[in-house]
């Protein structure tokens, strides 16, 4: 009788498993956020944020990722093993319900800070569902267990495949992306590398290897550091000079643990990560609040104090204490909320009013003791006050003259339509191509902006030079929605007059050069255009081939000239387009403006430490490196990242 309910309870429950995991395949866009190589990558670290948690945990020390040649990828950890015992609710092995369940994920709470339950959280499940085939492998005991699953559906019971020592423990998992459902399965190595090294920042006490057993491309890397968050803010400074040590503190009350590393340059610009239970908060949230309220009002007390600010001075701004600033707050939360645009905001109310005691408390503690850095660092919040007030006059100068200017000025060929929706503005690189997009475009929907050489380098400019500059002012009057930078904020992205903003270059290093330069600008004074995914860069077709008998066609990267060549085997003519200029206005409409028929690519940040250290690595005076990255990816195909 015990018998017959619990097979009636497991069938039952297996038919609500695989429906789960059905809606996943159906709908992966839900669970992953997207099937190109950003939803790809993420599969990775959803199976990699499990055996982080079992170091916070307390149980592992070291996690390896394998990139393998077949397309798999494995992921193992020295931690105490998935539990294998049979879950009472379901009947079935609390390994395999991992495996199966949506959101089973948390299931064993006990009490620690969890990644795998937090922003995505989706968990092995949806792993599993995306894969053509996933097996696990888990030590425990003594004994070591084995399943596999296709498609998320079990091809075999969950079975003791062998013995192993007894105080060896620890889970292996390897999975296949499926291409069913992703659009390339591919895994971006650079983008895992850095998300990587960046947990090993957050996890002092962690190891990560990194394995690449890929055909060309074998490498393997220890992901240590042992310094941690201080280490990690060493290397974001890495190139820039340094104007304090870096301070770092750490405290905890109410549950909530705070730590912090702290350091200015004279760079100007202030660049502060926030990350809770791990996961890096891109839009910031309670305990970046926290963090920012406290120091400004503590450099502002310390200022007074010491008589840096007489009375009738005005206190710094919040931009002014910053000013220079890169650090990074990161927050062990037992319950973390998240919310805004891409869920990466952090809401609770508790992590700001905990962030700001620890931060006022320790940084209190420590400046008292170390009178040259603070002084250093209210000589910074000086120096950017004095900056600030120059600026908010040139400022009101620009804006006020530039709307006059603009409306004569007129390069824009603006579309018909003003229902934003159907609207798209192609940024085009020189005045011929511009001429001919002109007259190429349908001119009910898509705007053409020609901007002539190469627009001002934002990452370089103060404020007031970058909006001096013609192309642009002409690009912030066009878009509708105006600009963000460091001090106030005036954008709208409600405003904005295209749906689909689309850079559209020629395929050569100066084209590359100038999409990267308009791409850092919207990255620093537009940023919320990326994240809400409405710029595009276009892909002109490097070649055309005209082959003796048959229809003419466009071909739009060298692999695809190298597969037209063996199929066609030397039997035809090859055009090669050096540039958007040489293409006639109805060519141009066929390869790279007809909806139907061009090829868009979204400029996902997929990681925006990656951007910014790629813009910055660009732009910066170090020609170097830039001119190789720039060669290395002629094709813009790395530029979303
Ligand atoms: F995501 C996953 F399930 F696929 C996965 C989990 C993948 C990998 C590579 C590792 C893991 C994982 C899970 N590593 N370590 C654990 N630990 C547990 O699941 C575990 C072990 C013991 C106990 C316990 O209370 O005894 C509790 C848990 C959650």
Redesign the pocket.
């Given at each position: 009788m015990a018998n017959k309910t619990s097979t009636n309870s497991y069938n039952a429950d297996s038919i609500t498993i695989l429906e789960g995991l059905e809606a996943v395949r159906r709908r992966p866009g839900m669970y992953i956020g997207s099937v190109s190589t950003k939803g790809l990558n993420h599969l990775v670290y959803e199976?990699v944020d499990?055996?982080v948690d079992?170091h916070l945990a307390g149980y592992?020390s070291e996690i390896t990722v394998t990139l393998n040649g077949d397309g798999s990828v494995t992921?193992?950890?020295n931690?105490?093993?998935?539990?294998v015992g049979i879950n009472q609710k379901t009947g079935l092995p609390a390994a395999e319900v991992?495996?199966t369940m949506l959101h089973a994920g948390g299931k064993?709470g006990?009490g620690n800070y969890k990644i795998s339950g937090g922003l995505h959280g989706v968990?092995?499940s949806v792993v599993n569902a995306l894969s053509t085939w996933l097996e696990?492998s888990i030590k425990k005991e003594g004994k070591v267990y084995f399943q596999r699953f296709e498609r998320g559906k079990k091809t075999c019971e969950l079975t003791e495949k062998g013995t192993c020592r007894k105080s060896d423990s620890g889970?292996?998992?390897t999975f296949l992306p499926d291409p069913e459902i992703f659009e390339k399965t591919y895994f971006k190595a650079d983008a895992i590398k850095s998300r990587l090294h960046e947990t090993a920042y957050l996890n002092p006490e962690l190891s990560i290897i990194f394995k690449n057993d890929r055909f060309n491309e074998a490498e393997e890397i220890i992901f240590s550091e042992p310094k941690g968050i201080v280490a990690y803010v060493e290397e974001l400074n890495t190139g820039k000079e340094a104007v304090t040590p870096v301070v770092y503190f750490k405290g905890k009350e109410e549950g909530i643990e705070v730590e912090a590393a702290l350091q200015f340059t004279n760079d100007f610009q202030e660049n502060i990560l926030g990350f809770c239970n791990n996961i890096y908060t891109q839009e910031g949230g309670t305990h970046i609040t926290g963090f920012k309220a406290r120091f400004t009002t503590l450099i502002n007390n310390y200022a007074r104090e010491l008589g840096i600010l007489k009375e009738k001075d005005e206190n710094f701004t919040g931009a002014d204490a910053r000013n220079g600033m890169t650090a990074i707050v990161a927050v062990k939360h037992p319950d973390p909320r998240f919310e805004g645009q891409t869920k990466t905001k952090l809401d609770n109310p508790d992590a700001q009013k905990v962030t700001s005691d620890v931060t006022g408390t320790e940084l209190e503690r420590y400046y008292d003791k170390n009178l040259e850095n603070l002084k250093a660092t209210i000589a910074c919040a000086e120096k950017s006050a004095k900056i600030r007030k120059a600026e908010e006059k040139t400022k009101t100068n620009m804006l006020s003259k530039s709307k006059f200017v603009m409306e004569g000025n007129g390069k824009l060929a603006n579309c018909e339509s003003r229902n934003p929706e159907e609207c798209e503005v192609f940024i085009v690189e020189g005045d011929s191509a511009g001429g001919s997009a002109k007259t190429a475009r349908n001119r009910k929907t898509q705007a053409i902006l020609p901007i002539r050489g190469k627009i001002l380098n934002v990452e370089k400019a103060s404020i007031d030079k970058v909006l001096a500059n013609a192309e642009i002012k002409t690009m912030i009057q066009a878009f509708g929605c105006g600009f963000s930078e460091g001090y106030g904020n005036d954008f709208d992205i409600s405003k904005l007059r295209y749906n689909k903003i689309i850079i559209m270059t020629d395929a050569d290093v100066d084209g590359a050069h100038i999409a990267t330069l308009l791409l850092t600008f919207f990255y620093r004074f537009m940023p919320e255009l990326i994240q809400a995914g409405h710029v595009y860069l276009a892909t002109p077709p490097l070649y055309k081939a005209i082959p003796k008998r048959g229809e003419e066609e466009y071909l739009y990267d060298d692999l695809a000239l190298e597969k037209y060549r063996a199929k066609h085997k030397g039997d035809f003519v090859l055009q090669r387009y050096k540039g958007l200029g040489e293409m006639d206005a109805d060519q141009l409409w066929e390869t790279t403006l007809d909806p139907e028929n061009r090829v868009l690519k979204k400029v996902e940040i997929d990681d925006a430490r990656l951007a910014s250290e790629v813009t910055e690595m660009l732009m910066g005076s170090d020609v170097g490196p830039r001119k190789q990255f720039i060669h290395d990816n002629a094709n813009l195909a790395e530029l979303d990242v």
């Open positions: 199976i499990n055996s079992e592992c992921v193992t950890d931690g105490r093993g998935i539990p991992v495996f064993f006990d968990g092995a696990v889970t292996t998992v």
